[in-house]
């Protein structure tokens, strides 16, 4: 598995991958962003964008785009990492991303709350390609339907089989 962290400055973000930056962009509206609703729609715009760019053969980029401080080879490097992601891996992407946002703008309860949403999401990936005992569902419905009710996202996991 890959180490992928985010890092978010006020004016600047910055995308590791392996210890190695991929990708900087730039945002200075940050207050924009301080509903779920918006934080979600911002992060997929920012990995729309991302992969635009990656398939793109310009060199204009959304926000400041591929780091190519070694020169166009490392720049060009970059975009095929990108391009090799798993599907696993983008979902670590985002959950990256909004880490990197909670300290700018939104509170504990939403973060939180986008946590747990993120977990379900991930267990239902999880559970999607490898069977469960029985122990074992009955252990994760009663934790999703316990953070369901605590954060108020029970009639959501419901409507998507987690609990």
């Known amino acids: ?79 095929e990492l990108w391009l090799s992601l798993t599907k696993k891996e983008r979902l670590l992407v985002k959950r990256a991303i909004f880490r990197g946002w909670k300290r700018y703008c939104v509170s504990d309860y939403q973060v939180k709350k986008e946590e747990v949403r993120q977990q379900a999401i991930d267990y239902q990936l999880e559970t999607s390609e490898r069977c469960l005992s029985y122990g074992e569902l009955f252990e994760m419905t009663s934790y999703f339907e316990r953070l369901g009710k605590r954060y108020g996202l029970l009639k959501e996991f419901r409507e998507n089989g987690i609990c």
């Open 1 to 79: 598995m890959r180490n992928i962290e985010f890092y978010a400055g006020y004016y600047e973000w910055r995308l590791f991958i392996d210890d190695e930056l991929v990708y900087v962009f730039g945002d200075s509206d940050n207050e924009n962003y301080n509903t779920k609703k918006q934080l979600h729609s911002y992060i997929d715009i920012v990995m729309e964008a991302i992969d635009d760019e990656a398939n793109s053969e310009d060199s204009e980029s959304w926000g400041y785009g591929f780091c190519g401080l070694y020169g166009e080879d490392k720049k060009q490097e970059n975009k």
